[in-house]
Structures are given as C-alpha cells and as structure tokens.
C-alpha cells in the first residue's frame, strides 16, 4: 500500500471538474484518505515547489497556485505514485496520452489541472506539508 499527495490546482476547480478528477482516481481502485480545499499563499506554493526554485516557470507557477482554492489530498492504493501519474497525464497536454486528465482538460503546459507527486522520495514531503497524521484515514 503506497501514499501519494495529489492537488486538483486553480484551474481544475475553476473549471468544475472537481468530481471528475476524483472519479478517475476512484475509478482505478484508488482511495481518496484525506482532502481538503484551501488556498495556498505565494509563500506556500513557493515551500511546496521548492524543488523547482532554479527553473525558469517557478515564478510563475507559484503565482497560479496561490491565485485560487486547490483541493488537496491524500491517495492511498497498491502504486498509488505510478498510478496517479498514469491517470494524469504527461506534464505538457500536447504529449499527454490519449484519456488522461491533462490530455482532457489542462490548457497548456503551466495550466494542467493536477498535481500527484513524482516519487515515494516526494510523497515524504509533500504529504505532511499539508496533513498531520491525524487527517489522514
Ligand atoms: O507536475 P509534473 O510533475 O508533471 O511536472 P513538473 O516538471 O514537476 O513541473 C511542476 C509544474 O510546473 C507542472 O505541473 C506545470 O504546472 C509547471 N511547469 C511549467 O509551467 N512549465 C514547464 N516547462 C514545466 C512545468
Ligand atoms: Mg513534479
């Protein structure tokens, strides 16, 4: 059983499409353990995408994730990581497979709809930066 921390962003729940993520997860077998929405400042997205501070889109990726609510939440299954990314999609839509959710919804390469991390390594990190232990079921 594996953990992974998955982010719907701005522009997926501006779009309503919120249930539709889930469904995909659900779908699969995986189990939503903790969720919620809330809205990151430019100081918590920069902490959460701190592994990207050198690239040249950290400037403006951290400001579209603090520009509106995000849901956020914890999957649980058998390779939950792999699956998720699976289910996502490529990180540019014009490469995403055929079905994924960035294939069907995100707007450009920045604008992708969804977050799940890339690595058990990612998934200690990202997790606990928004659920205690407690949250998580
Ligand atoms: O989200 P994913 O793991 O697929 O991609 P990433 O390489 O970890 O990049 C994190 C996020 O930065 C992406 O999901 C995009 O929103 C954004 N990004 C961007 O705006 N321009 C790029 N050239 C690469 C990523
Ligand atoms: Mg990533």
Redesign the pocket.
């Known amino acids: 059983m594996e953990r992974t921390l998955s982010i719907i ?1 701005p522009d997926g729940v501006k779009k309503n499409i919120i249930g539709e993520v889930i469904k995909r997860f659900e779908e699969k077998g995986l189990r939503i353990a903790a969720l919620k929405m809330i809205k990151m400042s430019r100081e918590d997205a920069k902490g959460f ?1 701190i ?2 501070k050198e ?3 950290y400037e ?2 951290t400001s ?2 603090s520009e509106g609510p995000v849901v956020v939440m914890v999957i649980e299954g058998e390779s939950a990581i792999t699956k998720v ?1 699976e289910i ?1 999609g ?3 839509p014009k490469d995403a497979a055929p079905g994924t959710i960035r294939a069907d919804f995100a707007s ?5 709809i ?3 991390s ?1 690595s058990k390594e990612s998934a200690s990190y990202e997790i606990p930066y928004f659920f205690s232990a407690l949250e998580i079921k």
């Not at 450009?108 to 992708?112: A, R, S, T």
Request: aromatic letters at 12%; glycine letters at 4%.
């Open positions: 962003k995408y592994v990207h690239r040249p889109f403006s990726l579209f994730m990314r996502m490529a990180t540019n450009d390469i920045e604008h992708n969804v977050h799940g890339d």
